[in-house]
């Protein structure tokens, strides 16, 4: 089945600076890639996502890229805040059409 | 408000009882997941349930289980609970039974469960 392995577990970056969490996946036909923002006390919530026609997508400072070559897939976050500072975690969706996660990322955004 | 409603938001029970968690889902949406999220891990899927059928299973346990009812709203049952079974339970919802519409899952803010 899939396996979605995350890196790092841990981020801590200067407010303004930028952060990138990667992300790859085992299985091949995969084709749908979201990320999840989840804060303290909250569920997930959907911040992005590439589907498998695409390399690359932006929103404002959040950009995903994707290289199905190498199965791996990335989220970038430009020019940060303090309210990026949360758990990010990417997903892979497998063959029955269920969302597999990583094992989140814990941004800390230092003012 | 994400348009999931999970409740309780916060359960604290026994050894050995039984539970049951519930999850509205958003309106129009027909599916229904469950993935259980133990102290710093990632979310692991337990279940998965469209238009009141059962659609793929995770590694959930037997004392584990779930429905959907016709109003599509779903309960997650856990029994002889222990103490490995604290976690917070969240469901998501989505429209169809891929997923993969435009906006992916819609997850509720989660029932924390603790087992004492």
């Known amino acids: 089945g899939e396996n979605v392995e995350q890196h790092p577990s841990t981020l801590s970056v200067q407010e303004g600076d930028s952060a990138v969490i990667k992300c790859t996946y085992s299985?091949?036909?995969?084709?749908?890639f979201p990320w999840y923002k989840q804060e303290l006390g909250k569920g997930p919530q959907l911040i992005i996502d590439?589907?498998?026609?695409?390399g690359e997508k932006k929103d404002q400072r959040i950009a995903v890229t994707l290289n199905k070559t190498a199965k791996h897939f990335s989220l970038h976050i430009t020019e940060t805040q303090p309210e990026d500072s949360a758990v990010y975690f990417c997903?892979?969706?497998?063959?029955?059409?269920?969302?597999?996660f990583g094992s989140g990322t814990r941004l800390l955004v230092r003012p | 408000d994400s348009g999931v409603t999970q409740t309780p938001k916060h359960l604290i029970t026994a050894t050995g009882q039984r539970v049951t968690l519930r999850c509205s889902p958003r309106?129009?949406?027909?599916?229904v997941y469950w993935y259980q999220q133990s102290l710093d891990q990632g979310l692991q899927f337990l279940i998965h349930?469209?238009?009141?059928?059962?659609?793929a299973k995770g590694n959930i346990l037997e004392r584990f289980s779930a429905q959907q009812f016709p109003d599509l709203h779903s309960e997650l049952n856990l029994s002889s609970l222990e103490l490995g079974d604290s976690a917070l339970y969240f469901c998501?919802?989505?429209?169809?039974?891929?997923?993969?519409?435009?906006?992916?899952?819609?997850f509720g803010s989660g029932t924390r469960l603790t087992v004492v």
């Open positions: 998501a919802s989505s429209v169809d039974g891929s997923g993969l519409t435009n906006y992916g899952y819609t």
């Open positions: 299985d091949s036909a995969s084709n749908y």
């Open positions: 590439i589907r498998s026609n695409v």
């Open positions: 997903a892979a969706v497998d063959s029955s059409y269920k969302l597999i």
């Open positions: 309106s129009g949406d027909l599916s």
């Open positions: 349930y469209y238009n009141g059928e059962e659609r």
